[in-house]
């Protein structure tokens, strides 16, 4: 079955120090990752895909077909960077149509 | 450009009732889709139509229904509402095969 995991619901960290947010993904053919970012009181927003490999905000993300991760990393978290993360795979559901499965999402809170 | 709009922005309901909640997408735009978001959890596939004609359809009951209009706005339509059914719905516009643009969602209670 395809299905995205975020295993952390909420990470905390300091100011300038790194950030990696997990996502481990399930799916049988050749996803499509990405993540998407929501500021508190925003809509959701694309942060990056796996196919444009661009870094945002400083943020890099990684697809790793062999442990099937798409990690979400930072090297110096900034107070801006607090927000909800999802993670989300766009993938063939039931041979019949394209669907973006997405994770439960990390609260990530970044200290002073 | 506004941007994905969506009204309303909260809605109460009981159960039973019936609901319909709208969505106009970017300029430019053909294919909608809805997503329900449930409290803790991440969006979950509901809809997706494109020129009007229905795409791609998640795993929620037939009580769940769209509908796109000639002008790319779209209905989402849900009878016979259950408690289970509060959550945030957001719909999403996009170019085909491209990134989706969210709208803020409307939150709808069942009482």
């Known amino acids: 079955a395809q299905r995205v995991t975020q295993p952390e619901k909420l990470l905390s960290v300091f100011k300038g120090a790194p950030v990696e947010l997990k996502c481990n993904y399930s799916?049988?053919?050749?996803?499509?990752l990405f993540w998407y970012v929501q500021y508190s009181r925003q809509r959701l927003q694309l942060l990056l895909r796996?196919?444009?490999?661009?870094s945002i905000k400083g943020f890099t993300a990684d697809l790793n077909k062999g442990e099937t991760s798409f990690h979400l990393k930072k090297p110096f978290a900034q107070e801006e960077d607090s927000a909800m993360y999802y993670c989300?795979?766009?993938?063939?559901?039931?041979?019949?149509?394209?669907?973006?499965?997405w994770g439960a999402g990390t609260k990530l809170i970044i200290k002073p | 450009d506004a941007g994905v709009t969506q009204s309303p922005t909260h809605l109460i309901k009981t159960r039973g009732q019936h609901v319909t909640l709208r969505c106009s997408p970017i300029?430019?735009?053909?294919?909608v889709s809805w997503y329900q978001q449930v409290l803790g959890q991440g969006p979950q596939f509901i809809f997706q139509?494109?020129?009007?004609?229905?795409?791609g359809r998640g795993n929620f009951p037939d009580r769940f229904s769209a509908r796109q209009f000639p002008n790319y706005s779209s209905e989402l339509n849900v009878n016979a509402l259950l408690l289970g059914d509060s959550a945030l719905y957001l719909c999403?516009?996009?170019?085909?095969?491209?990134?989706?643009?969210f709208g803020p969602g409307t939150r709808l209670t069942v009482l």
């Open positions: 989300a795979l766009s993938g063939l559901y039931e041979d019949s149509n394209y669907q973006l499965i």
């Open positions: 799916y049988s053919g050749s996803p499509e």
């Open positions: 796996h196919i444009s490999r661009e």
């Open positions: 300029s430019g735009h053909k294919s």
């Open positions: 139509y494109y020129e009007k004609e229905e795409r």
């Open positions: 999403a516009s996009s170019l085909p095969s491209d990134t989706q643009y």
